[in-house]
């Protein structure tokens, strides 16, 4: 690494390296406006995408995933395209069923596993670029996601390396570190927003007269009174994706069960003393197939890893991210 990561001292411990930039960092301004895509999927609903950077035949392109309840305009997405625009990269923020600003069309959503909308989101950007050499970078849930995918399909998955950072790793074990301490900030914030993007897509069906769709949800229950991630896991996301409960949906979705299966270079980048993801949850060096890179970090937070002094912070991720996926080209 030329510039190894340092914690900013004046943001001492986990919390504070995970707060400050979704909540007091400005959002990065890119030189070009982004121009959005949406992308039809087979069952009738879409993705949306948001290009960034040359728009050239050649040039490598990069696929970007947001964590939960984030979007394309998440201050780690604009500030990682920000940076591969500088270094003559393309990039695609994808944003999940949902999560563009516009309710998806079904009652179905994103989840930790979704590694079929992934899928189709590979396949369309190798079509509309076949000449770029094709990466994606994930963030905590799109982390999840990315390894999922690349443990499932093996040399088949589309892309020439990746990059995760942050990554539950185990959704059990992080929806019961979730749960713990200060941390439960972060679990009623998450249930706040989750609970919404349902309400939402409920009112959408209920105004465009979807009765189907509104029957879907309307069978899941009501959607007060859940406070952890095993209550909405266990009553909407299992039930709505075709798994038999929590425990069913946790056990398929979990990257680490993956991790032997990858066969593309990829960086993983964690912080030992990330607030949602247990120690014993980060795999053994045994369960990472050849080429996997583990990046551990004592320090950092979650999607955090800022340095820098308090009038120039800095932001690591944006800076290894780019400069290791150019050692991949």
């Known amino acids: 690494?030329?510039?190894?990561?340092?914690?900013?001292?004046?943001?001492?411990?986990?919390?504070?390296?995970?707060?400050?930039a979704p909540f007091l960092r400005a959002a990065p301004r890119l030189q070009r406006q982004r121009q959005r895509e949406r992308l039809w999927l087979a069952d009738g609903d879409f993705?949306?995408?948001?290009?960034?950077?040359?728009?050239?035949?050649?040039?490598?392109?990069?696929?970007?995933?947001?964590g939960l309840t984030g979007s394309s305009d998440s201050h780690y997405v604009l500030g990682l395209q920000q940076r591969l625009a500088a270094q003559g990269w393309a990039s695609a923020?994808?944003?999940?069923?949902?999560?563009?600003?516009?309710?998806n069309l079904l009652?179905?959503?994103?989840?930790?596993?979704?590694?079929?909308d992934l899928v189709a989101a590979i396949a369309h950007l190798r079509?509309?670029?076949?000449?770029?050499?094709?990466?994606?970078?994930?963030?905590?849930?799109?982390?999840?996601?990315?390894?999922?995918?690349?443990?499932?399909?093996?040399a088949d998955c589309g892309l020439r390396g990746a990059v995760a950072v942050s990554v539950p790793f185990r959704l059990d074990h992080c929806a019961d570190r979730i749960g713990i301490g200060f941390s439960r900030v972060y679990q009623r914030h998450f249930m706040s927003e989750m609970v919404a993007y349902v309400r939402r897509k409920q009112q959408r069906f209920q105004q465009l007269r979807e009765d189907s769709h509104l029957a879907t949800l309307q069978r899941l229950g009501p959607l007060d009174g859940m406070r952890t991630f095993w209550d909405f896991d266990g009553r909407i996301t299992a039930p709505l994706h075709g798994f038999s409960d929590a425990d069913d949906y946790y056990r398929r979705a979990s990257c680490?069960?993956?991790?032997?299966?990858?066969r593309v270079p990829t960086l993983l980048i964690q912080s030992a003393d990330d607030p949602f993801v247990f120690r014993h949850s980060l795999p053994e060096a045994s369960e990472l197939a050849p080429g996997?890179?583990?990046?551990?970090?004592?320090h950092g937070?979650?999607?955090?890893?800022?340095?820098?002094?308090?009038?120039q912070p800095g932001y690591y991720l944006e800076r290894r991210i780019p400069q290791w996926l150019g050692t991949q080209a």
């Open 93 to 103: 923020a994808l944003n999940w069923r949902g999560c563009s600003g516009e309710p």
């Open 1 to 20: 690494m030329s510039t190894p990561y340092q914690p900013a001292w004046w943001l001492p411990g986990p919390h504070l390296q995970t707060l400050w």
């Open 127 to 154: 079509a509309c670029r076949p000449l770029a050499p094709l990466y994606a970078v994930g963030y905590s849930l799109g982390g999840n996601v990315l390894l999922k995918h690349l443990g499932e399909s093996g």
């Open 47 to 66: 993705l949306d995408l948001d290009w960034h950077g040359p728009h050239e035949a050649a040039a490598p392109l990069v696929l970007v995933l947001h």
């Open 107 to 116: 009652p179905r959503g994103y989840h930790s596993g979704v590694s079929e």
């Open 292 to 298: 996997v890179d583990f990046e551990l970090h004592a």
């Open 256 to 262: 680490r069960y993956y991790l032997g299966g990858i």
């Open 301 to 311: 937070g979650h999607v955090g890893f800022i340095d820098g002094s308090p009038r």
